[in-house]
């Protein structure tokens, strides 16, 4: 079928224009994860390897699972998504490792 007028919509999503900032954000996320990744979530994964094996290391502290956290704490929010007994496990190795989790709102007091 040719192009016709009619067959474009018009709403707001069809019409909208990306500034960049969508884009500039999503970078500034991956940033932040690959810093977080080095020296918080790796750090700790490797204490779990070391305590539970590699497979029970990626499953309590997968890739997703520390992009998820990195983009919750950017995005102001605290749904992690993680079962207590991950949460704790990550609290008391990084006790061990003595990293500051402040930023992160599953931090104990």
């Not at 016709?4 to 500034?28: F, P």
Request: hydrophobic share 35%; with cysteine; net charge positive.
């Amino acid at each position: 079928k040719a192009f016709s007028e009619g067959t474009i919509s018009k709403t707001k999503w069809a019409n909208a224009k990306n500034d960049g900032s969508d884009y500039k954000n999503h970078q500034r996320k991956k940033k932040r994860l690959e810093q977080q990744k080095v020296v918080v979530f790796k750090p700790i994964q490797s204490l779990i390897k070391r305590d539970y094996g590699e497979d029970a290391a990626t499953f309590i502290l997968s890739n997703k699972i520390m992009q998820k956290i990195v983009f919750c704490q950017m995005d102001d929010c605290d749904d992690y998504d993680m079962l207590p007994y991950k949460v704790e496990l990550f609290l008391n190795y990084a006790k061990e490792l003595g990293i500051q989790l402040t930023d992160y709102s599953f931090e104990r007091t």
